[in-house]
T-cell receptor, first 113, second 110 residues
Framework: EVQLVESGGGLVQPGGSLRLSCAASGFTFTSFWMTWARQAPGKGLEWVATVNHDGRDKYYVDSLKGRFTISRDNAKNSVYLQMNSLRAEDTAVYYCARDIDVRGQGTTVTVSS | QAGLTQPPSVSKALRQTATLTCTGNNRNIGNQGAAWLQQYQGHPPRLLSD???NRPSGVSERFSASRSGNIASLTVTGLQPEDEADYYC???????????FGGGTKLTVL
């Protein structure tokens, strides 16, 4: 069974940092590009970042470039999202996806003082 | 990044057929296809159809996806109360190198 389990969310002050993790299982991890997407309260889905099979190619939504970094560790079947200089508007549930297949419950990030 | 266009809401009667549409361009839907996700209020989204119009295991055969040019469609037959949800389309944009989403369609079963 395909499983994606996100972790690392929480409450952080504006300007702070968080590192989200996503543990994958049940499929050949190296066969898939991996994606982070998010959903702010009451809003639709928003793509955040994608990393290719070997982690060399990374793509970001324009508004987040320079603050967020996606990475993967194929030895650990995991993908990560390092989030720096967090702002109130980054408050959302963050989902990990295999391609665009969201399987997890997400992890909630709240940016507030 | 420019998104895909979905109607905000669609309402259909119980046991009828609903067709949800998603309009993009030849850099996303037109050459990459579109995926469809279903989301119940307060729950994470679930993939209904990948960008090759394949249903993951466990997804009802009442859901079928198709594409004509730059427009993707999700058809739901024999509408049931449990089909009331938000439906999102998404496609990889080969020009932007980005996933783009539609704004979502709220399906109401009358």
């Amino acid at each position: 069974e395909v499983q994606l389990v996100e972790s690392g969310g929480g409450l952080v002050q504006p300007g702070g940092s968080l590192r989200l993790s996503c543990a994958a299982s049940g499929f050949t991890f190296t066969s898939f590009w991996m994606t982070w997407a998010r959903q702010a309260p009451g809003k639709g889905l928003e793509w955040v970042a994608t990393v290719n099979h070997d982690g060399r190619d990374k793509y970001y939504v324009d508004s987040l470039k320079g603050r967020f970094t996606i990475s993967r560790d194929n030895a650990k079947n995991s993908v990560y999202l390092q989030m720096n200089s967090l702002r109130a508007e980054d408050t959302a549930v963050y989902y990990c996806a295999r391609d665009i297949d969201v399987r997890g419950q997400g992890t909630t990030v709240t940016v507030s003082s | 990044q420019a998104g895909l266009t979905q109607p905000p809401s669609v309402s259909k009667a119980l046991r009828q057929t609903a067709t949800l549409t998603c309009t993009g361009n030849n850099r996303n839907i037109g050459n990459q296809g579109a995926a469809w996700l279903q989301q119940y209020q307060g729950h994470p989204p679930r993939l209904l159809s990948d960008r090759n119009n394949n249903r993951p295991s466990g997804v009802s055969e009442r859901f079928s996806a198709s594409r004509s040019g730059n427009i993707a469609s999700l058809t739901v037959t024999g509408l049931q109360p449990e089909d009331e949800a938000d439906y999102y389309c998404s496609a990889w944009d080969s020009s932007l190198n980005a996933w783009v989403f539609g704004g979502g369609t709220k399906l109401t079963v009358l």
